[in-house]
DNA sequence: GCCAACGTTGGC
DNA sequence: GCCAACGTTGGC
């Protein structure tokens, strides 16, 4: 089973909001990348786990474990004129954007922030988190995940 | 709020 | 198809 990162700014939608909603399921609209579209709609399997990280805010970090619940279809929000992520070149007959439900998880026992990870960069090499700042859906290889594991079942940062 | 990184657009 | 200009992301 494949292992995913998707980001989420907390202030918009954050991994408490997609534990809040009903069957703790969401559609994981707005992938605007064509790099990301790609893992989400053709890497991507029903049942793969996803990291969920949050960005832009206080504390950068991944903070828990989501599941693929969904094969991908087309994102609605492409053809809405009111939607903040409206694409009008996207063709109807041929969709540009797609997304997949998103199932909650769990929490990790703790944050695991953007910085501890870098003092972690020997061992998470290839890590497109580190390495691709703008990539919101990204694969995680599985020594990655382990060291993800490992490290947020620590009650603090160590080295 | 600044600004570096980097993906996308569009003129040629 | 190149590449400069532009826009966005996201850490700090």
């Given at each position: 089973m494949a292992c995913w990162l998707l980001k989420t700014e907390p202030d918009t939608f954050s991994l408490s909001d997609l534990a809040a909603r009903p069957a703790q399921t969401?559609?994981?609209?707005?992938?605007?990348?064509y790099q990301a579209r790609n893992f989400l709609r053709d890497g991507m399997h029903t049942g793969d786990e996803v990291f969920i990280y949050h960005s832009s805010c206080a504390l950068p970090a991944i903070v828990g474990i989501a599941e693929v619940a969904s094969e991908a279809r087309p994102d609605p929000s492409q053809f809405d004129?009111?939607?903040?992520?409206?694409?009008?070149?996207?063709?109807?007959?041929?969709?540009?954007w797609v997304l997949r439900d998103i199932h909650y998880q769990r929490h990790l026992r703790r944050p695991l922030p953007l910085a501890e990870l870098r003092q972690h960069a020997a061992a998470l090499t290839g890590f497109a988190l580190l390495e691709r700042n703008r990539l919101s859906v990204m694969p995680v290889a599985s020594e990655h995940r382990s060291l993800i594991l490992q490290l947020s079942e620590h009650r603090d940062a160590r080295v």
């Open positions: 969401e559609p994981w609209d707005g992938v605007r990348n004129p009111l939607s903040d992520y409206y694409d009008p070149r996207s063709d109807p007959a041929n969709p540009r």
